[in-house]
């Protein structure tokens, strides 16, 4: 996972959320796959300060709310969660603390599988195309799974194409 920097110059994390330095807001922005600064609008849209491409964008709405997510959303795109947190079809009972805590893990680890799929250009479907939003871990296991059946697919693929390159 690559270190970004801030629109001051301060090196900023993947799971940041705010820039020690400058103190601007922070987010990930999965359509270019780039943690920005950004400048809250009159209008309460958030302005990305990243170079490219300019853009306004919405907190997902587990960002803004429950602070368990730090992925922006487009304003152009009507929903208020981001593209992992859609994903999603349950979240634990949150009338227990602790629950909190352990959804926080596991909606981080779940951005780092999606920052690692997109980079890998692999397909993220949800089980309904896509589009409702719970995390059960079987539902990550299983996506885990079904990514990395076609990541195999696709190394062995390279590695007998590399194979019959070389003879
Ligand atoms: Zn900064
Ligand atoms: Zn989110």
Sequence with gaps: MKNYQCHCGNTVYF????CLVCDRSLGFLPDSMQMAAFALQADGAWQSLAPAPPGLYRQCANYARENVCNWMV????????????RLNQIIPDLSNPQNHVLWTRIERAKRR?????YSLHLPV???????????????????????LMELTRIISREQAEEARGRK
């Excluded at 799971?15 to 705010?18: A, D, H, L, P, V």
């Excluded at 487009?74 to 947190?85: G, K, L, S």
């Excluded at 195309?129 to 996506?143: F, K, P, Q």
Aim: proline content about 2%; charged content about 25%; glycine content about 10%.
């Design 15 to 18: 799971e940041n959320t705010r």
């Design 125 to 147: 479907v949800g089980r309904d195309g896509g589009l409702a939003g719970i995390i059960t871990v079987d539902d990550l296991l299983e996506l885990m799974a079904e990514n």
């Design 74 to 85: 487009p304003t152009y795109d009507n929903h208020i969660y981001c593209r992992a947190c």
């Design 113 to 117: 599988l999606l920052y690692t799929l």
